[in-house]
Nanobody
Framework: QVQLVESGGGLVPPGGSLRLSCAAS????????MRWFRQAPGKERELVAA???????TYTDSVKGRFTISRDNAKKTVYLQMNSLKPDDTAVYYC???????????WGQGTQVTVSS
């Protein structure tokens, strides 16, 4: 029932762009903050960007000015627009939904982003 399904990953050259999408179903989307995480081999999972139910956004320093998170509550979809991609952006990107009260958290399956020439 509860699902987060990412799409849009792939292989892109340095300096290129990708837009990731995460389609939500099976829960009340507007009650959740939405986040994008990423994890590269041998590294800790890190928070990339987050958007609150009211539209407030936050980004990790390494992607500020390059990535933009947005949400479409009517479509129950969250996006991550990634521009000026670097090899260090290579990772599996995961979509996450979180609600404070009552506490709840959901995860997508991940989508691979590879930045290489």
């Amino acid at each position: 029932q509860v699902q987060l399904v990412e799409s849009g990953g792939g292989l892109v050259p340095p300096g290129g762009s990708l837009r990731l999408s995460c389609a939500a179903s099976g829960f009340t989307f507007i009650l959740y903050a939405m986040r994008w995480f990423r994890q590269a081999p041998g590294k800790e999972r890190e928070l990339v960007a987050a958007i609150g139910s009211g539209g407030d956004t936050t980004y990790t320093d390494s992607v500020k000015g390059r990535f933009t998170i947005s949400r479409d509550n009517a479509k129950k979809t969250v996006y991550l627009q990634m521009n000026s991609l670097k090899p260090d952006d290579t990772a599996v990107y995961y979509c996450n939904a979180i609600r404070a009260l009552p506490r709840a958290e959901k995860w997508g399956q991940g989508t691979q982003v590879t930045v290489s020439s």
